[in-house]
C-alpha cells in the first residue's frame, strides 16, 4: 500500500485496471473527504445524508472506471472524479424530485404550532432559509477575493483535506500551501467582518 502513496491518481488508475485492486480501494478511501462535501450540499428528499454519500461513492466508482485521459481533454482525474460524483448526485436528487411531485397530492400544510413541535420556536422556514441565503452570499464574496491557487486550496480543506495532503494534490511544498491557508484565513476575516 505504501507504493501506492508515492502514485499520481492517473497511474493509480492505470494500476487498478492492470489488475491491482488496492489501487481502487486507495482511491476511493483518498476522495472519500471529496464525496463528503459534495454529498452535505445537497438534499435528498425523504433521504439522509449517508444515503446521498453512497450515490457519490458510485458516481467516484464511475470515474475511475470510466476515466480514460486521452477522452477527457487534459482533465484531471480529480476534476473527472468531481465530474462524476456530482452527476451521479444529481441523478440520485433527480430521481428523488421525480417521486416527490408524484406525492405532491399527499402533502400535509403543518400549522405554526405542528412545525414548532418538530423543529422547535427559533428553527422557523424563514430563519432557516435566511441563514442559507446568508451563508451562501458569504462564501460567493469569500471566493472571489481569492486568487485561483487559494480556490483550489479552500476547495481541497472544504474537502477535508489538510494542508500536506493539499500539497501533495497540487504539487506544491507543504510551506506554500500554508502560506496560501494564512491568506485565507485573513480575507476570510476581511470579507467576514473578522468574524470566525
Not at 444515503?51 to 464511475?62: A, F, R, S, T
Not at 474537502?159 to 485573513?186: F, H, V, W
Amino acid at each position: 500500500m505504501s507504493d501506492l502513496n508515492n502514485l499520481t491518481d492517473e497511474e493509480l488508475v492505470r494500476r487498478y485496471r492492470e489488475g491491482v485492486p488496492e489501487a481502487v480501494d486507495f482511491l476511493l478511501q483518498k476522495y472519500k473527504p471529496l464525496v463528503k462535501n459534495r454529498a452535505m450540499t445537497k438534499y435528498l428528499k425523504d433521504g439522509e445524508a449517508d444515503d446521498l454519500i453512497q450515490e457519490g461513492m458510485i458516481g467516484l466508482y464511475k470515474a475511475v472506471r470510466d476515466y480514460e485521459p486521452e477522452n477527457e481533454r487534459g482533465a484531471s482525474f480529480f476534476t473527472f472524479a468531481a465530474l462524476c460524483i456530482d452527476r451521479q448526485l444529481m441523478h440520485a436528487i433527480e430521481a428523488s424530485s421525480r417521486q416527490k411531485r408524484r406525492a405532491q397530492t399527499e402533502a400535509v400544510l403543518l400549522t405554526e404550532d405542528e412545525w414548532e413541535s418538530y423543529m422547535g420556536p427559533e428553527e422557523s422556514p424563514e430563519k432557516i432559509l435566511l441563514d442559507l441565503e446568508v451563508a451562501d452570499e458569504t462564501y460567493d464574496r469569500i471566493f472571489e477575493a481569492l486568487s485561483g491557487m487559494e480556490k483550489r486550496v479552500f476547495n481541497l480543506q472544504l474537502c477535508g483535506y489538510d494542508y500536506r495532503e493539499i500539497a501533495d494534490i497540487l504539487g506544491k511544498t507543504p510551506k506554500s500551501i500554508d502560506n496560501a491557508i494564512q491568506r485565507i484565513r485573513r480575507k476570510t476575516k476581511e470579507q467576514t467582518g473578522g468574524a470566525k
